[in-house]
């Protein structure tokens, strides 16, 4: 068994707040990290799906039900099913407050995002906590695995624990492919998508020959025949449920022209490897996007590694002067990071260039080897653990 890296925080959330909200995917783990941080804070707890109609009844006199769990630890699974959920809760939390009990009242399972829950719910802050729980890390499995875990088998599967725990590569394509096809027939529509699963599947395999790329609406929306709003709304909502990052344009103070559109990765490489039909190393190493594809394996993993202090970005100009990354520090540091595949890297004229434009204060070349040697200009080599670990 993997000891997933949010545990411990988990837990401190629940000893210091009375509501903490557990976010990520579908099939991620948090039903099983849940139950596990109940027995280990030693809090009596009683667990709730909103996907079960006998669950969901249960709550047909919202607050009354809700009241009978006085000094308890109450775990709701699925609580973007019910948005009114959280102004009864605010009551409840403020109530027992006045009483005295302050901490590990409510623990909310969501497989929406912060932003769309915060959009279709009335606030609760300053009495919740949001945590996000993403597949399983390169950082976690190194930790636990040691010399039986392998980057290039995490990247080939992904980080779902289904996926990367299974006995094959081919159960686990088996699993990722049973995964994308229920969560488009079943999963999407039953957290009120409406939208057609036929029309979501294309969408998400042709995401998947854009990953790694500026999003071009129009474009994509053309290949589709939709319009590009309608392209923005699909992507928008893979983002909401975690399938799709975003990532925005550095827009620095610079006297050139910069490109504005977001990148688009999927967020697990497993499931861009499912939609791509790529199944063994082997059609890995011989694709030819592999460079994209460990690109965004390696930007998830930084990115799920940092907490909200830190700011992220890419950086490109329109003559392609580019920067896969950049991140800025808690204390304004600026670091440039530049994602090579293979094990001798050296940095393009288009990143250092563009290094001089953000004035960055750190410039990295993460890669796939375990080498770490400074180059020219103050670039510094470094392999993807080692780079993970100076986030800490």
């Not at 394996?297 to 970005?313: A, K, M, T």
């Not at 004229?349 to 563009?354: I, K, L, M, P, S």
Request: hydrophobic share 40%; aromatic share 10%.
């Amino acid at each position: 068994m993997v000891i997933r890296g949010i545990q411990t925080n988990l837990e401190k959330a629940l000893l210091t707040m009375p509501v903490v909200a557990l976010l990520g995917p579908r099939q991620v783990g948090k039903t099983t990290l849940a139950l596990q941080v109940a027995e280990q804070i030693k809090k009596k707890a009683t667990y709730l799906d909103l996907e079960s109609d006998a669950d969901f009844n249960k709550l047909s006199d919202t607050e009354a039900y809700l009241k009978r769990f006085e000094g308890e630890l109450l775990i709701i699974d699925e609580v973007h099913r019910m948005p009114e959920l959280f102004r009864i809760l605010r009551g409840i939390v403020d109530e027992r407050k006045r009483k005295g009990e302050k901490a590990g009242q409510f623990l909310l399972l969501g497989s929406a995002s912060r932003e769309l829950l915060q959009k279709t719910s009335e606030t609760l802050a300053g009495r919740i906590r949001y945590l996000e729980m993403s597949p399983f890390e390169t950082c976690e499995l190194s930790v636990h695995l040691k010399d039986q875990y392998s980057v290039e088998s995490h990247w080939l599967r992904g980080g779902f624990p289904d996926s990367f725990l299974a006995e094959s590569d081919a159960e686990s394509m088996q699993w990722r492919s049973d995964f994308i096809a229920t969560y488009m027939e079943r999963d999407l529509p039953l957290m009120g998508v409406g939208i057609a699963p036929q029309h979501l599947k294309r969408f998400w395999k042709m995401l998947a020959h854009y990953h790694g790329n500026q999003i071009n609406y129009s474009e994509l929306g053309r290949s589709l025949e939709l319009s590009h709003t309608t392209v923005k709304h699909y992507l928008d909502t893979m983002t909401d449920f975690y399938m799709v990052r975003q990532l925005q344009p550095y827009l620095a103070n610079v006297k050139k022209r910069l490109v504005k559109a977001p990148k688009v990765y999927l967020r697990d490489s497993g499931i861009l490897h499912g939609l791509l039909n790529i199944s063994s190393l082997d059609s890995l190493f011989s694709y030819p996007s592999m460079g994209a594809s460990w690109e965004g394996f390696v930007i998830e993993n930084i990115l799920s590694r940092i907490d909200h202090r830190w700011e992220f970005y890419y950086y490109r100009t329109a003559t392609q002067v580019e920067i896969d990354l950049v991140l800025i520090t808690p204390n304004k540091e600026i670091w440039a990071i530049e994602v090579k595949r293979n094990s001798a890297p050296k940095p393009g004229r288009g990143f250092t260039e563009a290094c001089i434009d953000i004035q960055a204060t750190h410039k990295w070349i993460v890669n796939s080897s375990t080498d770490r040697y400074p180059f020219t200009n103050n670039v510094e080599v470094i392999g993807l653990l080692e780079f993970l670990e100076l986030l800490k």
